[in-house]
Nanobody, 122 residues
Framework: VQLQAFGGGLVQAGGSLRLSCVAS????????TGWFHQAPGPKREFVAA???????YYADIVKGRVTISRDNTKNTVYLEMNSLNPEDTSDYYC?????????????????WGQGTLVTVSS
């Protein structure tokens, strides 16, 4: 499956952005999909995920500010980000895994889209 991430940009602190991840080349409804952001160094840190069945998971640092959703008819997963602060500035990546993958681990996702940069100004 191929993934493309969209929606990054420059926003002021307190603002909102919606990121989109569009999938092609596979049966999207069979995959768990996650969003990660680039941490210092090679690791990507978990932000949120939605399973093939619609269960959602969030990192503690974004709970209450972020909502992940999916539209299988459009092969798209969305990440709505609110109350953004400068510490949210990062490259954000969407990723997909099979139904039984470990949700929070970047190593458990074999399919990745390109990053989309979110910059939050103070």
């Amino acid at each position: 499956v191929q993934l493309q991430a969209f929606g990054g940009g420059l926003v002021q602190a307190g603002g909102s952005l919606r990121l989109s991840c569009v999938a092609s080349g596979g049966t999207f409804s069979n995959y768990n999909t996650g969003w990660f952001h680039q941490a210092p160094g090679p690791k990507r840190e978990f932000v949120a995920a939605i399973t093939w069945s619609g269960n959602t998971y969030y990192a503690d640092i974004v709970k209450g500010r972020v909502t992940i959703s999916r539209d299988n008819t459009k092969n798209t997963v969305y990440l709505e980000m609110n109350s953004l602060n400068p510490e949210d500035t990062s490259d954000y990546y969407c990723a997909a895994q099979g139904r039984l993958g470990i949700i929070h681990s970047d190593n458990a996702y074999p399919y990745w889209g390109q990053g989309t940069l979110v910059t939050v100004s103070s």
